[in-house]
C-alpha cells in the first residue's frame, strides 16, 4: 500500500485526524495532485482548532497554489509559442515580414492595482523608544504594563494572565500617540499593523462589519502582532450617541476584543484618542481596553529633545535649545516643529527681500515663539470638567494627577 492510499484511508476512519489531512494534503502535493492537495488542506483549515498546526496548513496551501499558478503560466506561454509558431511564416523572411515583426510589439503590461486585500502589513521602518524624545515616565509605564509580558509569556501563565489585550492611549492632540505606538510594536519585535477608518468602513451593509473582522482575523493568524486604531472613537464611537448604522461596526468591534468564540491573546489591540470620554464605555471595560495610559504634553528635558530633532540638518548657528524648552510649557510636539518651521519660514522670507544669507538663530526662533500659543490649553481644559464630573470609575485619574500638578497654570 503506498503512502496516499494509507493517509487517505486514516482520514476515511477519523475525518477530524487534522493532522493526518495535512500529511495527506503534502504527500498529494508531492505528487503532483495538486487539487486534491488544495481540497484537503482546504477542509482541514476550516475545522482545525489547533492554531500552530493551522498556520502550518495554511503556509503548504500557499506553496501548493503558488505552484498550481506557475504551471498555468508555463502552459500559457507554450500555448502561445505554438499560436506564434503556427501563424508566422517560416523559411526566409520578407521585408514586408521584417516590417510587420517590428511593429508588432507586446502592448499588455502587469499593473500592481490598489484592489485586493485592504489589510495588508505595511513596509514601515522600525521605530524604538530610543527614537522617542523624553517621556521617561511612560515609556516605563509601557515596559511593564504592556512590553514585559510578551518576554515573560512563562511567568503570566503561571498566574493565567493572558499576553495581549486591548490598551488606549489618550491625550491632547500632537503629543506623539501614534509614535508611541509604533515604538512600542519595535520594543516587543512584534508585527505592527495601523488600521485606517478607510480600511473599515464601507457603505454597503455589513461589509464594513466584515473588513473589521478580517483584520482581527489576519491579525490572530500572525501573532504576536499589534492591531493600532488612530482616532478610535470613529469607530467606537458612544453608542448612545451613535446612529443605528453605526452600532453594527461597534458591535462587531466589542465582539472581537472579547467574544465568545475570539481571543485576543498575543494579539495586542492598540488605540488612540484624543476625546476618550466619547468612546463607547463597553470598550472601557475590563477584558477590552482594559488599560488607558495618559499621553502628556512633553516635559521640560522631551521639549529640549525635540528641539534638537526638529532642528537637526538645518542652516542654523548653535541654538540654546534648554532656554526654548523653558519658555515652552505646554506645547506639544506638533507646536514646536510649527515653531520651528515658522522660524525658518521667515528667515527664508528675509534672505529673499535682503539678498543677505544667514543662519537661523536663537531670536529668529524667539520670535516665532512669541505668536505661538500652545494647542493643549484647550484639551486639558476639557478634561478638567470631565475629570472633575465624570471620574467615579477612576479612569482618568492619570489626567487628574496631571491637572493638580499644573493647575495654577492652567
Sequence with gaps: MDKINWLQQMVEKDPNDHQARYWLGKELADNGRYMEAIQSLSTAIATCPDDDLKMDMIKELTKVSVQVQQEKSVETAEAAKDDAEVNI??????????????????????????????????????????????????????????????????????????????????????????????????????????????????????????????????????????????????????????????????????????????????????????????????????????????????????????????LHGRFAEEINTATLAAQTEFFSGADIENVVELASENLIEEILSTGVERPLNNEDLLLALQSQQPSTLEWLRTAKNYVKYANQGGLYNDVEKYLRKHSRRI
Excluded at 502592448?107 to 522617542?132: A, C, H, P, Y
Excluded at 511567568?155 to 489618550?170: I, Q, T
Excluded at 450617541?241 to 472581537?256: A, M, P, Q, Y
Excluded at 468564540?261 to 477584558?287: F, Y
Aim: hydrophobic share 35%.
Design 89 to 310: 511564416p517560416k523559411g526566409p523572411t520578407t521585408p514586408l515580414v521584417n516590417e510587420l515583426q517590428t511593429k508588432i510589439k507586446p502592448m499588455l503590461k502587469v499593473i500592481r492595482g490598489n484592489g485586493g486585500n485592504k489589510f495588508e502589513q505595511e513596509e514601515i521602518r522600525e521605530v524604538t523608544f530610543s527614537d522617542v524624545a523624553g517621556l521617561d515616565d511612560l515609556k516605563k509605564t509601557i515596559h511593564l504594563r504592556i512590553i514585559s509580558p510578551f518576554f515573560n509569556k512563562g511567568l503570566f501563565a503561571k498566574f493565567r494572565k493572558k499576553v495581549g489585550g486591548g490598551v488606549l492611549l489618550y491625550g491632547p492632540p500632537g503629543c506623539g500617540k501614534t509614535f508611541i505606538a509604533r515604538a512600542t510594536a519595535g520594543e516587543c519585535n512584534a508585527r505592527f499593523y495601523p488600521v485606517r477608518i478607510t480600511d473599515i468602513l464601507d457603505p454597503y451593509i455589513g461589509v464594513s462589519e466584515r473588513n473589521l473582522k478580517e483584520i482581527f482575523d489576519k491579525a490572530r493568524f500572525q501573532k504576536p502582532s499589534i492591531l493600532f486604531f488612530d482616532e478610535v472613537d470613529t469607530i467606537g464611537f458612544s453608542r448612545s450617541k451613535s446612529s443605528s448604522n453605526t452600532r453594527g461596526v461597534i458591535d462587531t468591534f466589542l465582539s472581537e476584543m472579547e467574544g465568545i468564540d475570539t481571543s485576543t491573546d498575543e494579539v495586542l489591540v492598540m488605540a488612540a484618542t484624543n476625546t476618550p470620554w466619547d468612546v463607547d464605555h463597553a470598550l472601557k471595560r475590563p477584558g477590552r481596553f482594559d488599560r488607558l495610559i495618559f499621553v502628556a504634553p512633553p516635559d521640560e528635558n522631551a521639549r529640549e529633545e525635540i528641539f534638537k530633532l526638529k
